[in-house]
Every structure is written in C-alpha cells, then in structure tokens.
T-cell receptor, first 113, second 115 residues
Framework: AQSVTQLDSHVSVSEGTPVLLRCNYS??????LFWYVQHPNKGLQLLLK??????LVKGINGFEAEFKKSETSFHLTKPSAHMSDAAEYFC???????????FGTGTRLKVLA | NAGVTQTPKFQVLKTGQSMTLQCAQD?????MYWYRQDPGMGLRLIYY???????DKGEVPNGYNVSRLNKREFSLRLESAAPSQTSVYFC??????????????FGNGTRLTVT
C-alpha cells in the first residue's frame, strides 16, 4: 500500500529564511499528493495538491511543492518564513484505486524571531 | 458556509461509557472519513465511507463502529470507551470518484478524554 514519509519531525528556521519540509512517497503510477497545515488547536487546512498537470505546484500563503518522480519526493518550500507559518504540516497521499487518504506523521515548523 | 460540522467539540468519558460523535457535511460529497490524531503519529484512519450505504475499516478500527446515516451524515460510536481512545477525532469528506486529486475537507475536531 502506498505511504508517505516525512523525514523531519521538527524543523526550526529564522524569520525571513527559506523553509524546506521534506516528504517522500512510495512509488505509484500516478500518485495523488497533498500538503495540509494545522495551526495549534485548530483544524486542518489544505495548502496545495498535486494535479499531474505541472510538477511545481503553488499553494496558499506563498508555499510551493515540487513533484519529483525520479526521487519519489514532494517537498514543501517557502522562500521566506513568517512567524505565522509556525504550525504542523502533513504530507498526504490518496492510495491509488482506493478511497483512503494516508497521512505522514507530520513536521512541526518553528519560526524564530 | 458550514462545510463539515462535528459535534461535540469536547467530551470527557469514564472508562466503559459509550458515546457517539456526529459529523455532517453540506458539500454533497460522496466520501466521508473518521481520523484520530495522536502526538507524533499524524492522523490515522479509523473508518471511511466511500459512498452512501458503504463503510470500510481503516488503519485503527478496533473499538469503534460507524454509521453512514445518509449522504450528509457519518457518525462514529465508541461502545465501551478505554483510556487508549483519548485523542482528537476529525471527520472529513471528499468528492471522490473519477477525480483522483479531490482533497479532504475537515471538521474542527472533537477532543475526547477517557479517564
């Protein structure tokens, strides 16, 4: 069954510096991939989704993710971190041929002033 | 613009008590889901309903039952609560089918404590 692995459980960056949150997926002919964000004591919000129309996907709040089939990766990036980006981020895959969405274990992003 | 509505928001149970978590969506979505969130483990799928009239087990179904009451509503029942079921529970829905990249839409969660 398909799965995703988030390589870092915690990431700390300084405000104004780039953000990189890493996600690898198990191989599939055509994965459906998503990134979600969860601010403290809040629900989950969709950041972006991979549509297969383009390998570079733009999301909300300046986030982007690049689909790299050769590396089976879908890393999330942002050029300049803001204090409001401090949250937990989840990489999600919908298993091909099923209705199941499987979550990674999450990466908690800390932004330092 | 309600989206996915979960009730209650908070609940405290004693071991052995039962309760039902309610979920309703107004987006005409086919599929609905129940997840639990525990620190360091992400969200784990308990049960899902691909369409009205069907339900299937997810990763962690033991101790839970579900009912897809109609297209809008999907409830999660704990028959005999255990401390290990202390968690935050999220309901979600999706317009699944032919479109593979339909995202999940989430409710605001239910924080359940079992003592």
């Amino acid at each position: 069954a398909q799965s995703v692995t988030q390589l870092d459980s915690h990431v700390s960056v300084s405000e104004g510096t780039p953000v990189l949150l890493r996600c690898n997926y198990s191989s599939s002919y055509s994965p459906s991939l998503f990134w979600y964000v969860q601010h403290p004591n809040k629900g989950l919000q969709l950041l972006l989704k991979y549509t297969s129309a383009a390998t570079l996907v733009k999301g909300i709040n300046g986030f982007e993710a690049e689909f790299k089939k050769s590396e089976t990766s879908f890393h999330l990036t942002k050029p300049s971190a803001h204090m409001s980006d401090a949250a937990e981020y989840f990489c999600v895959v919908r298993q091909t041929g099923t209705y199941k969405y499987i979550f990674g274990t999450g990466t908690r992003l800390k932004v330092l002033a | 613009n309600a989206g996915v509505t979960q009730t209650p928001k908070f609940q405290v149970l004693k071991t052995g008590q039962s309760m039902t978590l309610q979920c309703a969506q107004d987006m005409n979505h086919n599929s609905m889901y129940w997840y639990r969130q525990d620190p360091g483990m992400g969200l784990r799928l308990i049960y899902y309903s691909a369409s009205e009239g069907t339900t299937d087990k997810g990763e962690v179904p033991n101790g839970y039952n579900v009912s897809r009451l109609n297209k809008r509503e999907f409830s999660l029942r704990l028959e005999s609560a255990a401390p290990s079921q202390t968690s935050v529970y999220f309901c979600a829905s999706s317009s699944t089918g032919a479109v593979l990249n339909s995202p999940l839409h989430f409710g605001n969660g239910t924080r359940l404590t079992v003592t």
